[in-house]
């Protein structure tokens, strides 16, 4: 509309989980969706060749009706495919709306919460600014098996997920985000200030060994994470908690 702004002054932070939103929307809008209008096309074509020849005409009709079966056959497995990757995507989008949640409990206590930090092709699920320091924190939404106790058993280095280590480290990408981050604050602010990275696991008991002490990632189930954050020794300033949490919103609103 003409001579018309809009009121907010500055773009919203992002949720928890949002970049999964888009990717899920994506995949059924842009993806599946597209290939079943197509198929349906397809199908609506021949039928209107079917109905040609069953009025006389002389149409190629073995090659339109071949061509339809193997187009949707195509389809169909394409959506399937779709269909598995967006459940995936949503119970991965309900682990970090979950971890969001939990971490909400810590604004109370003097922390700033950020959530799906868009990095160069990847995103940072949780940044958490606290007086004990900055936390980069990755969640992994690990379907669980139906029957027994299983458990998550952290070395140090690696994780093993109910006796398999998964094909992607969790625990290096938690080092590389928490990396990232520690560059970002370093180059919004010109502060060199401790990130620990963290790997959370929804839902699942992670047992740590005694390998795991030495190590400067906590993986842990998310419960648990708003204690470890706020029983940990303050090595930050208000002012300087409070220049980061800006510096670092500054750059999630300009990045969207």
């Known amino acids: 509309m003409p001579n018309k702004k809009s009121p907010l002054k500055a773009r919203p932070l992002r949720n928890p989980g949002e970049s999964l939103e888009q990717e899920i929307d994506r995949l059924i809008n842009d993806r599946a969706m597209a290939y079943m209008v197509a198929a349906g096309v397809m199908v609506a074509i021949t039928l209107l060749e079917w109905l040609r020849w069953w009025r006389g005409f002389e149409v190629p009709l073995a090659i339109w009706t ?8 195509a389809v169909g497995v394409i959506v399937w495919k779709t269909r598995i990757r967006v459940h995936n995507l949503r119970q991965g989008l309900d682990g970090e709306k979950a971890v969001g949640q939990y971490l909400e ?13 868009p990095g160069d092709g990847f995103n940072v ?9 900055v936390y980069a924190i990755e ?3 690990y379907s669980k098996p139906a029957k027994g106790g299983p458990q998550i058993v952290f070395d140090g280095d690696q994780v093993r997920v109910a006796g ?9 990408q938690a080092q590389a985000c928490a990396a990232w981050v520690r560059e970002q604050v370093m180059e919004l602010t010109g502060k060199k200030v401790p990130v620990r990275p963290v790997v959370v696991f929804p839902g699942w008991f992670v047992q740590p060994t ?16 708003p204690a470890f954050i706020d029983h940990s020794d303050r090595v930050m300033s208000d002012p300087d908690v409070h220049l980061i949490a800006s510096s670092l919103s500054r750059h999630v609103r300009n990045s969207v």
């Open 66 to 73: 071949v061509l339809t079966v193997l187009f949707v056959i």
């Open 125 to 133: 699920d949780h940044v958490v600014i606290h007086p004990s320091g």
């Open 139 to 141: 969640t992994k939404t």
């Open 164 to 172: 398999y280590t998964p094909e992607r480290n969790p625990v290096r």
């Open 105 to 117: 409990r810590l604004r109370d206590r003097g922390a700033h919460i950020l959530h799906d930090l």
């Open 210 to 225: 005694a390998e795991s002490k030495g190590s400067d990632v906590w993986v842990l189930n998310p419960k648990a994470l």
